[in-house]
């Protein structure tokens, strides 16, 4: 059986469409739709009480958890022998759901399908080349290889799902976990579609924080960083200060210094405060994870009647 999850987070107007068309492409198969509503604030969960299919469960948020909490949710609940992950705006055809499935049936060395944006819809080049920047960044701080243009739409086996709910920490990245826990991934490529109706979640300002998260999640790379620069600043004030001495006392030169000292102070002001903001960052994520708090706050559910606890 496969598994589809289905986060949906304010999406309306694309629901009832990206129920029938999942119907469609999947109507030779065994299948559940587990639809997660991620606490949306529209008829989100309505539009999906309307769907008449006894293959149809769903679990509803209190609030809006995050996209990430909402995949989370679904894979607990999931029963399938293959999960798959897909959005709820259609932007990801699921006619590629079979192409994933079939992969999986005749590659048994393959744990994971992941599919790969051919290219991107219409993204301005500041975007697209922010975009590069962080995946090279991520890729260089930390453990985990993020491929561009991968996104959470996948196939696994049953293996890669335990492996992932096994970490069960409160921040999550899924992408970054994907990557982490390994096993046999394909990439296979796929062409992005226009969202059928509604916006975007993830504006700039949103993938910006995710982006951070991306990197913090998996690396603590950027505290030695820091730990470096300082070394080299200290290094090179060391060098300035013995020059300074030199000239001063050995050569009777007098060194005026407002400007200068002015640009050094500002300048490590700056670092400094950068680097309290990183450390910062990662003594707030431990502070989170300590508290322990659940991952999501389901308030209402259908379908799960006999699952085990
Ligand atoms: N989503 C979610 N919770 C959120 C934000 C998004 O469940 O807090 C869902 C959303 O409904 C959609 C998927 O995650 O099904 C991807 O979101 P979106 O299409 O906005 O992202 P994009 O495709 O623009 O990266
Ligand atoms: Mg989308």
Redesign the pocket.
């Known amino acids: 059986m496969i598994s589809i999850l289905i986060?949906?987070?304010n999406?309306e107007g694309n629901i009832i469409e990206l129920n029938k068309r999942l119907l469609n492409t999947l109507k030779n198969y065994s299948y559940e739709l587990i639809y997660i509503d991620?606490g949306s604030t529209d008829k989100t969960l309505e539009k999906i009480k309307q769907i008449n299919d006894n293959n149809i469960k769903y679990i509803s948020f209190s609030r809006?958890f995050?996209?990430d909490a909402?995949i989370y949710a679904g894979l607990k609940k999931a029963s399938g022998e293959f999960i798959c992950i897909i959005?709820?705006?259609l932007?990801q055809n699921p006619k590629y759901i079979i192409s994933m499935y079939n992969y999986l049936k005749e590659n048994n060395n393959i744990d994971q399908v992941a599919m790969v944006m051919k290219d991107r819809l219409k993204e301005n080049i500041v975007k697209r080349n922010l975009k590069k920047l962080f995946y090279k960044i991520c890729n260089k701080l930390s453990d985990i290889k993020l491929v561009d243009g991968a996104s959470d739409f996948r196939m696994f086996r049953k293996n890669v799902k335990d492996a992932i709910l096994s970490l069960n920490e409160n921040n999550r990245f899924t992408k970054g976990i994907f990557s982490w826990i390994g096993f046999n991934t394909y990439y296979m490529y796929y062409q992005v579609e226009k969202?059928y109706s509604g916006k975007?979640?993830?504006n700039f300002k949103e993938q910006f924080k995710y982006a951070i998260q991306g990197i913090t999640n998996h690396s603590i790379k950027p505290l030695y960083i820091s730990t470096i620069i300082g070394i080299i600043s200290s290094f090179i004030s060391l060098i300035y200060m013995l020059e300074i001495i030199f000239k001063t006392l050995i050569m009777g030169k007098d060194t005026p210094g407002y400007a200068s000292l002015i640009v050094v102070v500002l300048f490590l002001g700056g670092i400094e405060l950068i680097f309290i903001g990183i450390l910062g960052t990662y003594i707030g994520k431990t502070y989170i994870e300590a508290k322990n708090r659940p991952i999501y706050i389901e308030k209402e559910t259908k379908g799960f009647d006999n699952e085990i606890l």
């Open positions: 986060p949906a987070y999406e991620d809006n995050g996209k909402a959005d709820s705006d932007q969202r975007t979640k993830f």
